[in-house]
């Protein structure tokens, strides 16, 4: 369902007036772009000279989409030339995050990076490919998404803690829907039967759509996924949200609890959004593309559709992103490691 939706209106109108660290060592952006040769360093004073394309490792329609199209026609006027938005999905996402990763370094090749892609591939797939913190430049994040955790009105639990004891008072029985395997909805699944030690059913979907589409229509009771394919749904009321996963209470929706504060104390599931160039891309292409970057989604337009979308805009260095990488990265793959889960 796009932005304008009739039917996303007024969340949307909220989304506007709404605003929503990290931390951990990790090789810096300048480390990475270290071994650009002195011709590259050379060529990065005349770039861009022609298009650049940003790949998107995702069909398009889904939330990597639109925060890539949200910033490509931006960057377009802020750079002098197109940022061309091309969807090459696959694998999880590791069919176009592989593809940047063995581009040359040359700025004309970026990603628009993701939670999933960047810190969970590596370690759910064996055959994933790349390496988050050796093959790529970080540039900048652009914004971050709350997982929410959604429920038809025919469930009876109103609560994170409602939900953990019907998983417990019949285990096995209780179904959670998701998006396919790897994606932040389907982590997250995972991560809250770890944290609340319950057994439920995982029913993961091929896309965003068809879980939408089953969750409305009451073939599943709760789903975790993003915001933004719900909004809709939860004006109209024929869904509701039972708690955002965030550490703090999301800005659109103040009376929703976060897990945290509703029967799950600590929990989070955030996903992260961001440029990438592949490893060694000129430090000074990768500073003009960061400083075009956070110009522009300081800028209210830019915010609102962010917002629009069902996450909150923000920037960084090339060296913050790097450290954000590195923790959520850590974070993920014990995660994989503890639970022995495998993408392939």
Known sequence: MRADHPRRRTLAAMLALAGLALAGPAPSASAQSAGATPTAAGEAAGWPARPITLIVPFPAGGGNDAMARIVADKLSGALGQQVIVDNRGGGGG??????????????????????????????LFATAGYDPRKDFAPIGLMATMPVVLLAH???????????????????????????????????????FKASAGIDATLVPYKGTGPLMNDLVGGHVPIAFGILAPALGNIEAKTLRVIAVMSRERFPLLPDVPTADESGLPGFESVLHYGLLAPAGTPVPIVAKINAALQALVKTEDVAKRIRAEGGAPLTSTPDEYAADIDREEKKWSALVRRLGLKGD
Not at 113 to 121: D, L, M, P
Not at 175 to 180: D, K, L, P, Q
Request: net charge positive; aromatic share 4%.
């Open 94 to 123: 590791n069919i176009g995050t592989r593809a940047v990763a063995r581009a040359a370094p040359d700025g004309y090749t970026l990603l628009l990076g993701h939670t999933g892609t960047i810190s969970v591939n590596p370690s």
């Open 153 to 191: 009105p025919s469930f009876p639990g109103k609560t994170v803690a409602d939900v953990i004891a019907a998983a417990k008072a019949a285990p096995g029985k209780v179904s959670i829907g998701t998006s396919a395997v790897g994606t932040g909805g389907y982590m997250t699944a995972e991560l």
